[in-house]
């Protein structure tokens, strides 16, 4: 495809559930990163990749939260033992490298009950 | 510690007027700045970004920006506002040479009026 694509566009899980979320960059960007928007914020930094090496992963709010991109293309989101404060929209970006625009996928919307 | 302070969680306009989106920002080391758009339930876009040169930008949209290091603001402006740019705008600071590990403000969403 032309643009970032992630999926699932919605995730509904119950309190204690692990999720997974995918991310399919652009063919060829090199670089990929991971950002969570809660309710009425900005965008927050979670974690980057350059290829299938996790170089930054400073804003991973917890353990329970792990990014991996094992080929260098698709990457996936996991967040273990979910909790309503990881109610928000996690969006995938991904650039030619790193000095390259972000391109943005349509996030996936994950709701905790 | 790099951040962005966007005023005005909420500016509306009448169709026609100018727009006029602020955004100051710190940070210790020159900085890119950019501005996105987010359209309900899409990702973001960028509109514009500043990394050296030409101190005003102009970005898709008609939108254009001026980066004024005195005062470390980064404002975003359109003289003509349109139905469609109703919207949710964000202004984002990085450190120099990197356009990825961006740092958001919390947001300004635009309305405009008929």
């Known amino acids: 495809g032309a643009g970032v694509s992630q999926s699932p566009r919605y995730k509904v899980a119950k309190r204690g559930q692990d999720v997974a979320l995918r991310c399919d960059p652009i063919?060829?960007?090199?670089?990929l990163f991971w950002y969570q928007q809660a309710l009425g914020q900005g965008p927050e930094f979670l974690t980057y990749?350059?290829?299938?090496?996790?170089?930054?992963k400073s804003g991973l709010p917890s353990d329970r939260f792990f990014a991996e991109r094992p080929e260098g293309s698709v990457s996936t989101l996991k967040i273990q033992r979910t909790q309503q404060e990881d109610s928000a929209v996690y969006l995938c970006?991904?650039?030619?490298?790193?000095?390259?625009?972000?391109?943005f996928g349509n996030g996936t919307r994950l709701t905790v009950t | 510690a790099q951040s962005v302070t966007q005023l005005g969680s909420h500016v509306s306009v009448s169709e026609g007027a100018l727009v006029l989106l602020r955004c100051n920002y710190s940070?210790?080391?020159?900085?890119?700045l950019f501005w996105y758009v987010q359209y309900p339930n899409q990702g973001l876009q960028l509109l514009l970004k500043y990394t050296t040169g030409a101190t005003l930008v102009k970005g898709i949209n008609g939108f254009e920006a001026e980066f004024k290091k005195s005062e470390t603001s980064f404002h975003l402006t359109k003289p003509s506002a349109h139905m469609s740019d109703a919207a949710e705008y964000f202004c984002?600071?990085?450190?120099?040479?990197?356009?990825?590990?961006?740092?958001f403000g919390k947001g300004t969403k635009l309305s405009v009026k008929p």
């Open positions: 063919s060829g960007h090199v670089s």
């Open positions: 940070s210790s080391v020159p900085p890119y």
């Open positions: 970006a991904s650039s030619f490298q790193l000095s390259s625009p972000l391109h």
């Open positions: 990749f350059q290829n299938e090496a996790q170089l930054d």
């Open positions: 984002a600071v990085s450190d120099e040479g990197s356009q990825g590990n961006l740092i």
